[in-house]
């Protein structure tokens, strides 16, 4: 009679050792199916591609509107390679703040252009605005990962933007290194932006007099940028990251499309000059995000920022997406929250009095280098739904965003400008759809 | 001055993960809510592409989470 082998019985090892042989199948089945959702060589146009597209619809309150689709492809090779393309058009059209002052008197003035057709009058009363802009932007980037150790991975890639007044190259190049069983990850990037403006009627002579329009022709800045980051898992379900960045540009930096007031003591306009940044501007920021998955519907990604920079600009972001998920995790809901405030510039001032010489030499009034701070509101609605092909499902969403910028400091202005709103602020609109498969 | 705090702030922040991190993390096998969509850095590029196009355009800041760099006339 032959005896059937016992069964060994189970002991710690033994559990272990069927523990590690469960994982290493589940981790097989895992690649395998990782392998299957590539695609073969016949494969119909973009199957093997993830197409994330959305279609952006801007308004700012009786300002700029702009129309904006956006995609973004990408695919990632059974040896980890990873490619990914963007597309993005911009339509603009609207009012834009010429950066002159709000007076009490009707005030008129000539178009970048310098055609007698475009030259616009602003009320009493109302912020001048530029209500003949209108821009297009295409820009297209591709991003290349190579891993090269199981452990490194290099990373490539650039980005050109064009509009009709302005044309940009980026490219950039970043190296990432795991250990700690890949739970944490050291990144070290760089990148290089080469701008060219060719402002509509040229490009103004920094500070001078607006009525002269000495324009010259063409202008070029250019930029460079690291940045060194520090991925951490923490626990099973929290991971943060920690960037430190810092950029350098130079080049002409004004707004070509922006004057300041100039008045007298008595508060009335006496004249305008073109805007006078400094010529180059250092910015360095830190960054720290954390995701936590606190239960199965609910996880968070909070994100801070701290920026300087040698203009005088400092700011602080702070910046929470919550993702509440339903049903069997085919739709969610997102909040979120962005707090922003910024101090102003050191040379930004809102007008310029005739009596007062400038001590450097610089000068803007574009609010966007004042002191205020902003709030985002926002609401994502996803819901899963049935793939196309061989894809296992996709996802459409809407998102709608409420941005507000309220300015924090108020210079002291002569009495005849009191009444006026000289800092408006801003509200603006976000709808996007978007379409994921 | 700045320069050198944040300086400081990140050696600080990196040695803490250095010296923690052989402490820190978890085991592939524990890896089921890392693997989640919303818990990747960079979830949602085309929402962050076009929030940071907004702020680009109307803020003296950018970048941090990546490169500050805009390719954009707008600002």
Known sequence: MQLKPKA??????????RLIAASCALLGAAARSQQANVAPADSGLLEDWSVDS????????GRILAIEPVVNLAKVFADGQSLNFNGTFDSLSGSSPNGALTSHTAQTFASPS???KHAYTTAPGQLPVDPNYQDTRIAVGGNWTLPFTRVDQLSVGAKVSDEHDFFSVTVNASI???FNEKNTTLSFGISNEFDSLSPIGGAPVPGSDYALSQKNAGKTKDGVGALI???????RNWLTEFNVSVDRFKGYLNDPYKITSIIDSAGNTTGYEFESRPDQRTRKSAYWENRVGWNQQLSTALSLRYMTDDWGVRSDTAQLHLRWTLSNRDRYIEPTL??????????YTPFILSA?????GFESSDSRLGAFHALTYGLKYAQKLPGLGSRAESEFSVRAEYYQQTFNERIATPAALQGLDLYPGLKAILVQVGWRF | MKSKHLSFLFLVCSAAIASGCTSLGVKPWQRDVLAREEMQLGADPVDAAIDDHMYFSKEASSGGRSFAGGGCGCN
């Open chain 1, 338 to 347: 962005r707090w922003y405030r910024q101090t102003a510039a050191d040379f």
């Open chain 1, 176 to 178: 990432a290194h795991d």
């Open chain 1, 356 to 360: 007062t010489v400038p001590t450097t």
């Open chain 1, 114 to 116: 310098g055609k007698a």
């Open chain 1, 229 to 235: 980051g520090v991925t951490q898992v923490m626990t």
């Open chain 1, 54 to 61: 959305a279609l952006a619809y801007y308004h700012e309150d």
């Open chain 1, 8 to 17: 060994p019985r189970p002991t710690p090892a033994n559990a272990r050792r």
